[in-house]
T-cell receptor, first 116, second 112 residues
């Protein structure tokens, strides 16, 4: 069965520093990949997604993620973080066994703590 | 604007009581999902539904029940059989897999 591992539960970083949040998935079968962001006491918001084509995908607020098929990874990066980026981030992968239902498998989440 | 509405935002329940969490969407999405979120445990799937009048158990369905009588609505009932119901509950919907999920803003349930 597909599984998703977010390698860091918490990532503290100073404002304007770069950051990488790591995500690995288990299956090498063709998948769709997503990053979601959750602010305190709110639902999850889609940050970016990889479906096919260019392995580098970008969000409107400066985040980017690179799909690496050989390493089954989809790490999220930002070259310079802001205080407002403090949130929990979830990596999600489509379940190859349910291609028509849209069921996603989520990682455990990584809390990004941006310090002034 | 289209979206998913979860209500109430905060809910308090006495032990032994059933409680129903509401989830309504006006996105015309076929699939709907219920997740439970606990600190450090990520999101765990409770139930999901692909079409009206049909639903499947997720990974932690025990102590929960759902119905899908309308495309727009997917209410979750937390029964007295759920031993540890205090958690943050998230409802989501999707049209097709490549669009990902749209989430509601969540309901925080506390047993008092």
């Amino acid at each position: 069965a597909q599984s998703v591992t977010q390698l860091d539960s918490q990532v503290p970083v100073f404002e304007e520093a770069p950051v990488e949040l790591r995500c690995n998935y288990s299956s090498s079968v063709s998948v769709y990949l997503f990053w979601y962001v959750q602010y305190p006491n709110q639902g999850l918001q889609l940050l970016l997604k990889y479906l096919s084509g260019s392995t580098l995908v970008e969000s409107i607020n400066g985040f980017e993620a690179e799909f690496n098929k050989s390493q089954t990874s989809f790490h999220l990066r930002k070259p310079s973080v802001h205080i407002s980026d403090t949130a929990e981030y979830f990596c999600a992968v489509s379940d190859p066994g349910s291609s028509n239902t849209g069921k996603l498998i989520f990682g455990q989440g990584t809390t990004l703590q941006v310090k002034p | 604007d289209g979206g998913i509405t979860q209500s109430p935002k905060y809910l308090f329940r006495k032990e032994g009581q059933n409680v129903t969490l509401s989830c309504e969407q006006n996105l015309n999405h076929d699939a709907m999902y219920w997740y439970r979120q606990d600190p450090g445990q990520g999101l765990r799937l409770i139930y999901y539904s692909q079409i009206v009048n049909d639903f499947q158990k997720g990974d932690i369905a025990e102590g929960y029940s759902v119905s899908r009588e309308k495309k727009e609505s997917f209410p979750l009932t937390v029964t007295s059989a759920q031993k540890n119901p205090t958690a943050f509950y998230l409802c989501a919907s999707s049209r097709q897999i490549n669009y990902g999920y749209t989430f509601g803003s969540g309901t925080r349930l506390t047993v008092v």
